[in-house]
Each structure stands twice: as structure tokens, then as C-alpha cells.
């Protein structure tokens, strides 16, 4: 594997991985777009590894909070404080992801990585954030979220194992459908990013491992580094300037994705 294909790959996977656009479309279409072979299984890793550093770094606040809270909450055997109350909505939100993602990892693999479906992903699920975000009924915020608030996040999560949905889309498109405003949807959603990308990139790490797979330590660090960098100037300038913005520059970016990938591949 080239220097160039290393960087191209990495930087997509940083900046796709946390804007409402799809990571995973992103990188079965690039290969698929190039002459360039599979990346493999270790590049997927470090680059997942760089993306979860990112986020970690970024909401490091919270994340320490969170944390404390949670198990605080555990020791006093209920709710107390709103940082309790939203350690546990991220944690019944990520359940259903993980779950379904178990039991359906060989049926996407094997059948949901088509270009035709990651177009109908990224069309559709993108028409859903416009809608979701012309909605604009703010009635909502962390506080206020309860489990069944949580258990619709996670269902809409669950869909982004369909490559093309986007998990950072979906979960923003849930949150604006129950009331919470963009940055607060935004903010959830990069949380939720945290549980799920551990698990995923600690899945991978694991399978890794237990194969027979080369290692170029090289590749891999510098994989993950530029990884980690493009996420944290994603996840800075999208909650910078998403008030600015909306989400209509990403729809228009997810239906031409779509447009171009039928008019190649159908």
C-alpha cells in the first residue's frame, strides 16, 4: 500500500466519521472508485483507533463527567443529577447498535456493502436530516431526554450499520425529531460515537490480532494519526459553524453521492 492511498484513507475516514455523511460508504467506495486494492483489515483499525482518540480528546470534559457520574449512579443504585441521567441515555442508546450489529455483522458484510445501496442510503436518509432539520421544533434538551427518548436514538443508530445511512447523520436526524436543537443533537451524537467506535474498533482490533495478518507498525501509526487529526478538525469546525450552515450543504453533498453511484453502477 502506497504513502497516498494510506493518507487519502485516512483523512476520509477522520472527516466522514464524524459529519452526517458516512464513513463506512466512504471507504468501500474509495477503493471501489480507484485502482487501489482493499485497504485491509489493519488500516480499518488504526484509522477507527484514530477517530475514537479524536473524540475522546475533543469532549475529554465530558467524558471524564460522564464518567464520574455514571459511577456514582452505580453505587447510589439510581438517578441524582442530569450528567447521571445522561450517562445512562447514551448507554441504553448504544445498546441496540451493538446487539444488532452482532447478530447482523455477516449479512452486511456480505450483502449490504453494494454501491446501489449505499446511493438509496445516502439519498434517503439524507432527505430525512433536511426534513428533520426544516423541522426546527426545539422543545427539548439532555435533561429532559428519558429511556424512551434513548431506545428511539438507538434503533435509528442501529440502521447505520446499512452502509450510506451515516451514524453521526442518523443519530443527529433522531435527536431534531424529538425537539433538541442542532448543537445539543450534534453533541449527543458525538457522545453515542464513543461506546460504539470503542467496540467496533476493539472488535476489529481483536480479529487483528488473531489473524495472520502483517503489521507495518508504520502504516498503522501514521494511519491513525492522520486520522485522529482530520477527525478533530472535523468535529471543531462542524459544531463551529453548524448554526451557520444547517445541514443542507452535507444533503446536497449525500444526493449527489447517491446520483453519481447509480448513474456508475446501475
Request: include cysteine; aromatic fraction near 8%; charged fraction near 10%.
Amino acid at each position: 500500500m502506497d504513502l497516498i492511498q494510506i493518507i487519502v484513507l485516512a483523512i476520509v475516514q477522520g472527516i466522514t466519521e464524524f459529519l452526517p455523511v458516512s464513513s463506512s460508504a466512504h471507504l468501500i467506495l474509495v477503493p471501489m472508485l480507484t485502482a487501489w486494492q482493499d485497504q485491509g483489515l489493519a488500516i480499518d483499525v488504526a484509522a477507527h483507533l484514530g477517530s475514537l482518540f479524536a473524540v475522546v480528546f475533543y469532549f475529554r470534559t465530558d467524558v471524564c463527567r460522564l464518567g464520574q457520574a455514571g459511577l456514582h449512579s452505580c453505587k447510589a443504585r439510581g438517578i441524582h443529577s442530569s450528567d447521571e441521567r445522561l450517562f445512562w441515555i447514551l448507554a441504553i442508546a448504544t445498546l441496540p447498535v451493538l446487539m444488532i450489529g452482532l447478530l447482523a455483522h455477516d449479512l452486511v458484510a456480505l450483502y449490504l456493502r453494494h454501491p446501489l445501496i449505499i446511493a438509496t442510503a445516502s439519498i434517503g436518509f439524507g432527505l430525512l436530516l433536511l426534513y428533520a432539520d426544516k423541522r426546527g421544533r426545539t422543545t427539548l434538551d439532555t435533561a429532559q431526554l428519558h429511556w424512551k427518548h434513548a431506545i428511539f436514538i438507538g434503533l435509528a443508530q442501529a440502521l447505520a450499520l446499512v452502509p450510506g445511512t451515516s451514524r453521526s447523520g442518523i443519530t443527529m436526524t433522531a435527536g431534531l425529531l424529538l425537539g433538541l436543537d442542532r448543537k445539543t443533537s450534534a453533541r449527543l451524537s458525538f457522545l453515542l460515537a464513543i461506546p460504539v467506535i470503542f467496540c467496533a474498533g476493539g472488535y476489529e482490533l481483536v480479529k487483528l490480532l488473531q489473524g495472520d495478518i502483517g503489521l507495518d507498525i508504520v502504516n498503522f501509526l501514521l494511519t491513525a494519526v492522520l486520522s485522529a487529526l482530520s477527525a478533530l478538525l472535523a468535529i471543531h469546525y462542524f459544531l463551529r459553524f453548524l448554526d451557520r450552515i444547517g445541514m443542507l450543504p452535507f444533503v446536497i453533498y449525500r444526493v449527489l453521492l447517491g446520483v453519481v453511484l447509480i448513474v456508475l453502477f446501475i
